[in-house]
């Protein structure tokens, strides 16, 4: 079974100013790390329909899933909906089922033209039907084709992509690290000539040091695979190749 490879898209020019940190990024990519599917692009956009229609355009066609963050609200800078129609060459409609469920959220009020923003989607969008109505989130999933629209607050976010992430493929990784007293470059040959011998192992090399303490220096390699053989050949290999002088600490 392949990974699903997926792009994200975080749109907002608040995000971009940095007057608001971006969560979104981390918590999917912690999601999918664990869940062994690939977050294979994240990009920015500001709130520009150019701009998103173009990111949009290149994302979902070079990956299996694009999902966006941000930008769909009801104030004039949402321009989410209006991006990806014109990416996908599509007209902007307010959908029905949408206008109602908003309807029924504001107690059968007459919306406002700002309420009514939070129900216009691309013509050939879908939706995810709940099974039970939740007041906190109470707007459906919508899609088109292989575009996944996500609200952008961060507790939103969370929710509808857990809503979602059975429908990607992936298989998590099985794990390994080793802890090594020394500098970096002293391993350097060893990690590369391991890199070399199993090209289905991720190999990672992470150091970290006390400042004015030479003797401080520790190496954390990690390695990852989907085989449990090849990870275990892999420390084997790795630890035999290593300077007689540097310390294996685990």
Do not use: W
């Not at 664990?34 to 990956?63: F, M, N, Q, R």
């Not at 030479?214 to 084997?236: C, G, H, K, Q, Y």
Request: hydrophobic share 40%; net charge negative; charged share 20%.
């Amino acid at each position: 079974m392949s990974s699903s490879r997926i792009a994200l898209l975080i749109i907002g020019q608040e995000i971009l100013s940095g007057k608001i940190t971006d969560a979104n990024t981390p918590f999917a990519a912690k999601l999918f790390y664990e869940k062994g599917i690939t977050l294979a692009k994240v990009e920015y956009v500001p709130d520009d329909i150019d701009e998103i229609a173009c990111a949009v355009k290149e994302l979902s066609e070079k990956y299996d899933y694009l999902i966006t963050s941000g930008g769909i609200g009801p104030t004039h800078d949402d321009v989410t909906m209006e991006g990806i129609a014109k990416a996908l060459g599509q007209k902007i409609i307010k959908h029905n089922y949408l206008e109602t469920t908003l309807i029924r959220h504001y107690k059968g009020a007459v919306l406002t033209a700002a309420q009514g923003r939070m129900a216009i989607v691309p013509e050939k969008a879908e939706i995810l039907v709940p099974t039970t109505y939740d007041e906190d989130y109470f707007l459906p999933q919508v899609y088109v084709g292989n575009i996944y629209i996500m609200p952008g607050v961060p507790k939103s976010f969370a929710h509808y992509l857990n809503q979602i992430i059975h429908l990607f493929s992936g298989q998590p990784l099985l794990h390994d690290e080793i802890s090594i007293k020394g500098i970096e470059t002293k391993l350097t040959a060893a990690l590369n000539r391991s890199v070399h011998k199993f090209p289905n192992v991720r190999f990672g090399s992470y150091p970290s040091f006390e400042p004015s303490n030479p003797d401080s220096f520790i190496v954390e390699i990690t390695m990852e695979s989907l085989e449990a053989e090849a990870l275990n050949e892999a420390r084997e290999f790795l630890i035999k190749q290593l300077p007689k002088d540097m310390q294996v600490l685990n």
